[in-house]
C-alpha cells in the first residue's frame, strides 16, 4: 500500500510541476501544490482559502490543555492525543472502531483532504497524520508551521465550535507498512545490522544515555541510552526557526549526512512515538521514503527484559 502511495504522490508532484502549480491556488483541494512539492503540506494562505470548502476537513491536535477553546482556525475540530487518538487503558493505538466513530463525528469523508495543526511545531498534529494514514485516508496534509505560523500571518482564530454532519468515513484494517512493532521489526534489525536504518528523534543527551528523559516527561524507561545501530537526528531539525518546514533539498542533505537515504526502509522511534511522527511525516510523507514509526519506542524498548542497549554515557537506574 505505502509503495503504490508514493507512487501516486510523485506523479502528483510531476504533474503540479508541469503545469506551474503554486502553493496559494484556491480551487479543489487535489489542485493544491503546497511547498516542498508534496502534496502532504499546506500553507496557510491556501487553508486560510479553502475554510469553507466542504471536502477540506480541519483537525487540531494541540499539547497545551485549553489551547483550543481559546481559540482555534475556523470550522477546526479538536482531537485530543491523550484521549482520543489512542488507547487510554491499554497502551495502544485508537482502535480502529473508536477511530473511524471519531472521524465520523468529525465531518469526514471516504473522499475527504484532511488537514491537521497543532502546537510546538505540529508535534501531536503529526502523530495524528500518521494514525488517519493507518486507517487508510487517502489525503492526509499538515499545515506548514502549524498553530504558530497561523498566528504569526495574523490569521484569525475563532472560538465557535463546529457542528459538522456526520461523515461516512469507513477505516480500514490498520496499515502495518507505516508501524514498527518491537518483535516483528525493530529487534529483527537489530539482529540482522545493516538491513534497515533506524533514526531516534530523542535529544542527543537522551540518546547518549545522559538522561532517561526529559526533565517533567512522565513516561519513563528504566535503561538509559539508545537501540544500537540508530543514528540520532532530533525531531526538531526538520523545521526552520518559524516552525515551517525545511526544503526537500535540506531535509535530504540533513539525512543523508547521517547515512539515511531511502535506500533502505526505515524505522523512526523518540520515547513514546509521538514526536518520531513529525520525522516519520518528513521521511514518508515529503521525501517519499519507505518508512515505519515505532510508537512503542524507548519506553518499551528500554523496559524489556534482555534487549541490546547501546549506552555512551553509562547512566544506571537509581545510581546515585
Known amino acids: 500500500m505505502l509503495k503504490s502511495k508514493i507512487k ?16 496559494g491556488i484556491s480551487v479543489a483541494p487535489s489542485t493544491a501544490a503546497p511547498k516542498n512539492l508534496a502534496r502532504a503540506v499546506v500553507q496557510t494562505d491556501w487553508l486560510e482559502k479553502n475554510l469553507d470548502n466542504p471536502d477540506v476537513k480541519i483537525i487540531e491536535v494541540s499539547t497545551e490543555a485549553g489551547l483550543y477553546e481559546r481559540g482555534h482556525i475556523k470550522n477546526a475540530v479538536k482531537f485530543n492525543w491523550y484521549t482520543d487518538l489512542v488507547e487510554v487503558v491499554n497502551r495502544d493505538i485508537v482502535s480502529r472502531v473508536r477511530f473511524e466513530k471519531l472521524a465520523r463525528a468529525a465531518g469526514i469523508n471516504k473522499d475527504s483532504t484532511v488537514v491537521l495543526y497543532g502546537d510546538k511545531n505540529n508535534w501531536f498534529a503529526a502523530w495524528g497524520a500518521w494514525i488517519f494514514n493507518t486507517y487508510g485516508i487517502e489525503d492526509v496534509r499538515l499545515v506548514d508551521g502549524g498553530r504558530v505560523k497561523w498566528e504569526k500571518d495574523g490569521r484569525a482564530f ?22 514498527a512493532t518491537l518483535n516483528n521489526d525493530v529487534l529483527p534489525a537489530v539482529r540482522k545490522k545493516g538491513t534497515v536504518d533506524m533514526v531516534d528523534i530523542r535529544s542527543a ?6 538522561i532517561f528523559a526529559p526533565a517533567g516527561f512522565q513516561e519513563l524507561a528504566v535503561r538509559a541510552g539508545h537501540i544500537p545501530g540508530a543514528v540520532n537526528v532530533p525531531w526538531g531539525q526538520n523545521v526552520n526557526a518559524d516552525g515551517t518546514f525545511k526544503s526537500v533539498a535540506d531535509l535530504k542533505k540533513l539525512y543523508s549526512d547521517k547515512g539515511i537515504d531511502g535506500k533502505k526502509k ?4 523518540c520515547r513514546i512515538g509521538e514526536r518520531s511522527s513529525l520525522t516519520w511525516f ?9 518508512v515505519k514509526n515505532y510508537d512503542g519506542s524507548w519506553t518499551e524498548y528500554g523496559n524489556s527484559v534482555g534487549n541490546p542497549i547501546s549506552n555512551p554515557s553509562g547512566t544506571i537506574w537509581g545510581a546515585a
Do not use: C, Q
Not at 8 to 23: D, E, H, T
Not at 205 to 210: N, P, V
Not at 282 to 290: D, H, K, P
Open 8 to 23: 501516486r504522490k510523485n506523479a502528483l508532484i510531476v504533474a503540479a510541476i508541469s503545469v506551474g502549480l503554486v502553493a
Open 266 to 269: 526505515i524505522i523512526t522511534y
Open 158 to 179: 475563532t472560538s465557535v465550535v463546529p457542528s459538522p454532519k456526520a461523515g461516512n468515513f469507513v477505516a480500514k484494517p490498520a496499515d502495518r507498512s507505516i508501524r
Open 205 to 210: 543527551d537522551e540518546y547518549s544515555g545522559k
Open 282 to 290: 518528513v521521511l514518508s510523507e515529503i521525501l517519499g521514503y519507505e
